[in-house]
């Protein structure tokens, strides 16, 4: 998928303090909240999307990471804040090249390239970028944080899928995904999921090896973050290959990366 790169600059100035520079490489998924998380799409995004910001001086040189304050992430850490439309967007991390961040769910959708994105350093605002707002642009998080390849996926046993501990067909597995839009109960920023947990607005589909695939589960993930989509997946049981199978998955009509996309190990 090409990259596409936009740099917004202030003109320097002796007596005023340096404005954070916006550098969005695109958007790609990552695997876990260890490194950084980045999204797979040009300029869009979903209410709920966990996103990463590339740039420079967009926070601290020492990686900051999230902050936990009655039961919800943060809208600032490290000095930094995420601005969508206006809006504090709940924080993973900030550093100098790089900020995660959850879009807001009161971001309204948009045709267009039309909704302001701008990173906050130490009361310091960057200039805009414009981010086009779907209903899901979904991703599954992958082991290495690419985006592609193995998934961050674990077996029935509650194991890591590996080439060595595959799957087999008829099994349950678990995958978490970013991007499912709007929830019901409607989605409450940064808010760590536990008791009733919100599942999406939009049907959630799956395919494993180009076969279609039962969902056993489809939400908010125990502990970890809203925007953060457990699946649990029941592995067709007439997959008859071996290796590492493309697993592709569906928010309503929006599939998650097709190239090179997210396998998962399996052995019939």
Not at 95 to 123: C, F, H, K, N, R
Not at 160 to 177: D, F
Not at 241 to 254: I, M, Q, W
């Amino acid at each position: 998928m090409t990259q596409r790169a936009y740099r917004v600059r202030q003109p320097g100035a002796c007596n005023l303090p340096a404005r954070p520079e916006v550098a969005i490489l695109g958007l790609r998924h990552g695997a876990s909240f260890e490194g950084p998380i980045v999204r797979a799409a040009s300029l869009q995004a979903a209410p709920g999307e966990i996103l990463a910001i590339f740039g420079r001086r967009l926070g601290p040189e020492q990686l900051a990471g999230a902050e936990v304050l009655d039961g919800k992430l943060t809208t600032k850490v490290g000095g930094v804040r995420v601005l969508v439309d206006g809006r504090p967007a709940p924080m993973i991390f900030a550093s100098s090249g790089q900020v995660g961040a959850i879009v807001p769910y009161e971001t309204p959708l948009t045709d267009v390239l039309a909704s302001l994105l701008q990173v906050e350093v130490d009361g310091v605002v960057s200039e805009s970028v414009l981010l086009r707002i779907d209903e899901a642009q979904p991703g599954i998080f992958t082991l290495d944080s690419s985006g592609s390849g193995p998934g961050a996926i674990l077996n029935q046993d509650g194991s890591l899928n590996t080439a060595a501990n595959p799957a087999h067909p008829g099994e349950i597995i678990s995958l978490w995904a970013t991007g499912e839009g709007q929830t019901d109960p409607p989605g409450v920023d940064g808010l760590i999921a536990a008791g009733a947990l919100p599942k999406p607005r939009l049907a959630v589909s799956a395919e494993v090896a180009g076969q279609s695939a039962t969902i056993a589960y489809a939400g908010a993930a125990p502990g970890l973050t809203a925007g953060v989509m457990q699946v649990n997946v029941v592995l067709p049981a007439t997959l008859d290959r071996s290796g590492a199978l493309p697993v592709l998955l569906y928010v309503g009509d929006r599939p998650s990366s097709v190239y090179p996309g997210v396998t998962v190990f399996v052995e019939p």
